[in-house]
Every structure is written in structure tokens, then in C-alpha cells.
């Protein structure tokens, strides 16, 4: 029962398009994000307070809610906040490092492909021929834009990308736990018990670094918090509630299709934040979604 609730693909209502389209602006937005809020905090400290933020957010829901949770499900629900948060959330700050937020947004874009992936491996998912053709297709993007990318002047590291795959491979894992396991958990209560098993050890752990030396002198310290406070409350808060709620309605190669849309927007943001766009991101943009297309066409 499980491997074929794993393949329903439910018709996407009016709704379910508004929210994937609302989901592309605030998470194509994330990584401009997560690289202002770099400029004052090391990698670990974004992760952290993006994380500790949002828990902070999330925690009257808990409560309220703490007697209706099926803790019998306690597994579930932190397997989905490492995989669909925390983990992530350290992966792709420390990956924008040494990479450019637009390139993080395009090899972002390998979200669907790596959620059939897991799907097929793991939860039952049938595997067929333009699926598997469109993960190879993704999957050859990505690998031109991490090592042909240094020689068309994109700067940075670009083997850093590969923290961004293992970022996607990781939401894959989360979406297909949700879907299969937690299909009948509210999406905002799924996210209240994920970002509590995460987000408070993170707040814990912040005060053992210096980072209110960091928010009280650094000449961006106040700035920096700014941003990763508008990161966790948009982009973790907000958009997982939404996530959680899309995968539950439609289904998670459905909801991954956010991926469409997310590297456009952090694209337009990189450049207009003075970014190079040059002709290898629109290639490796290319293969991704053509990757995507195939993989989801039936």
C-alpha cells in the first residue's frame, strides 16, 4: 500500500499552484539571503540562528499542540527536521562560502530529481525510461557547472556545489518521510515537532561561539541578523509550512517542482546583486530543468 501511495499523482488544484508559485519567490530569494546574512556570521551561525529563529517561531504552536502529536511517529518527525532543516540548513550556508547564490539556485533546481531518486530507492517508486533519462540529463548539469564553471570566470570553488547536492538529496529524503509516513499529520504540526528536535539544541550551541560579540561589533553584525531573521521567518517558517502542506495535497515530485522556478529568481536577484550570469549557468540551468521535465513527464 505504501509503494503505491508513494506514486498517486494527484491533478494540482488553483491552490496548489499558488503555493508553488509563492514557494519559488521566497525561496529563490533565500540564497541572496543567506549570503548577506555570511558578511557578519560564519557558516555554522547562520545555520544556527536560521534554525534557532525558527523554532523560536514554531514553539507556541508546539505547545499548543503537544498533546494531539502522534508521538508514536517521534522517528518520522526528526528524520524530517534534520533532512528537510537542519542539515540543509548547514550544507548549503557553508556551500555560499565559496559559490555564488546564483549557482546555488541552479543546482538547487536538482530537488525533483533527487526526490524520484530516493523515491524509487527507498519508497517504492516505479522506475521508468524518461524518468532515468531526465536524472542522468539533471545530473549531467549539474556536473558541468561544478567542473567546467571555473573556466568560464565564475568564481569560487565551484566543488563546493556539491554541498548543494547533498542539500537536495537530503530535502528528497524529507518530502518522500512526509508523504509516505506523515501523509495524515498536519503540515503545521509536522513542522512545529521537526524544528523543535533541531532548532533549540542550535540556540543552545550559538552560545557557546561568540556571536553576540559578532551582532555588537561587527560593522554588519545587526545587518546580518536582520537578514537571517527575514531568512528563517520567510524562507524556513513560512515556506516549510507550505512545503509540508504542497507535498501532502499533491504529491513530493509535484511539490519539488518549486525547483523550476527557484534558480530564475536567484539568478535575477545574483546578478542584480552583481553577480556574473554567464553562458554556463544558462547551460547547466538548461540540463537541470530539461532533466526535471523529462523525470516528470508521463
Known sequence: ???????????????????????????????????????????????????????????????????????SKLKYLVIVGLTGSGLPAVLFSTAQTEISSSVAGVLSSLGPLFTLVIGILFFGAVAEWNKITGILVGLLGAISLIIFGQNVGIEGNLWYGLLILVGCICYAISSNTVKTYLQEMSSIKISSVAFFTVGFPCLIYLFTTDIIEVIQTHEHGWTSLGTVTLLAMGGTVMATVLFFKLVQVTNPVFASLVSYLIPVIAILLGGYDGEPITILHLFGMVLILLGVYLTNRK
Not at 543567506?34 to 505547545?63: D, E, H, M, N, Y
Open 1 to 71: 500500500m505504501k509503494s503505491q501511495e508513494v506514486n498517486i499523482i494527484e491533478k494540482p488544484s488553483l491552490l496548489s499552484w499558488g503555493i508553488l508559485i509563492l514557494l519559488s519567490l521566497v525561496w529563490g530569494s533565500s540564497y541572496i539571503l543567506i549570503k548577506k546574512s555570511l558578511v557578519a556570521f560564519t557558516p555554522i551561525q547562520v545555520a544556527c540562528l536560521r534554525l534557532g529563529i525558527s523554532a523560536i517561531a514554531f514553539f507556541p504552536v508546539f505547545l499548543y499542540h503537544f498533546k494531539e502529536i502522534e508521538w
